[in-house]
């Protein structure tokens, strides 16, 4: 059974920082590409940042750039998304997502508010 698990989300002040995890099972985690993309309430879910199978390659959403590091663990099946400097218009529901082809999944998704 294919499991994507997002961790790490809660509530921190403008200006605090925020590590999530996505953890992956029942799938060749080191063969997909990981995302991490956002949805806030109202509005569409984005893009914010995609890392290559490797880890080589990274790419990020002008939104976060400079702000936010994604990282992955191929040997433990995890991906990270490290965020800084954080505003209230960063506060969204954080989803992962891994992909190959035409295989797709998604996780559930873990909450970060940004407010005082």
């Known amino acids: 059974q294919v499991q994507l698990v997002e961790s790490g989300g809660g509530l921190v002040q403008p200006g605090g920082s925020l590590r999530l995890s996505c953890a992956g099972s029942?799938?060749?985690?080191?063969?997909?590409?990981m995302r991490w993309y956002r949805q806030a309430p109202g509005k569409e879910r984005e893009l914010v940042a995609h890392?290559?199978?490797?880890?080589?390659?990274?790419n990020y959403a002008d939104s976060v750039k400079g702000r936010s590091t994604i990282s992955r663990d191929n040997a433990k099946n995890t991906m990270y998304l490290q965020m800084n400097s954080l505003r209230p218009d960063d506060t969204a529901m954080y989803y992962c997502?891994?992909?190959?082809?035409?295989?797709?999944?998604w996780g559930q998704g873990t909450q970060v508010t940004v407010s005082s």
């Open positions: 890392i290559s199978s490797s880890g080589d390659s990274t």
């Open positions: 029942g799938f060749t985690f080191s063969t997909y590409f």
């Open positions: 997502y891994a992909a190959r082809f035409q295989t797709a999944y």
